[in-house]
């Protein structure tokens, strides 16, 4: 990725969204909780048995994700004194960065393919790689790339007045 716009880092630090999105998340645990989010786990006692983590620590890391608003308590329906934990729409948002992070440990980091397999629901095929692409679908390398500010992004409505004028 170029470009010709240098930042300092320290100031990034500061104002950048992947610290701020790093912060929200945590750790390993966090991304751990979300996966058993994902494959539909809802109890304090589900999280706690199936990821074996302390009952502190999973404690303060649902309190972080529902202060983050990533998970959300509600009441059990069956159960009124009992609590369950549910995605929000900023947690389902993480899915695309769940499946990219986990594709990119597949590759660079076990070198093994994860189990179980993430298919399409529709016809169990696997799910393609996540790719970055551009604002008409084609996929984009580091080459395709480069940083710009916010008065030098071509806007849908700029490029349709563009085109109009040739």
Known sequence: MGGAIRESLRQLASDCSLPAAL?????????????????GLHHFEEFQSELGIARNILANRLARLVDKGIL???????????????LTDKGYAL????????????????RVPAFPVLVDARD????????????????????????????????????????AAE
């Open 23 to 39: 912060e929200a998340m945590g750790e390993r645990w966090s991304f751990l909780i979300l996966r058993g989010s994902f494959n």
């Open 72 to 86: 959300e308590r509600r009441p059990c329906a069956d159960d009124r004194r009992k609590i369950e934990y549910h």
């Open 95 to 110: 899915l695309p960065v769940m499946i990219s992070l986990r594709q990119w440990g597949e590759r660079w980091e076990t």
């Open 124 to 163: 169990s095929r696997p799910i393609q790689a996540v790719q970055v692409l551009s604002h008409d679908g084609r996929p984009l390398g580091k080459g395709d790339l480069l940083w710009a500010l916010p008065e030098d992004v071509v806007s849908d409505d700029d490029a349709v007045e563009v085109k």
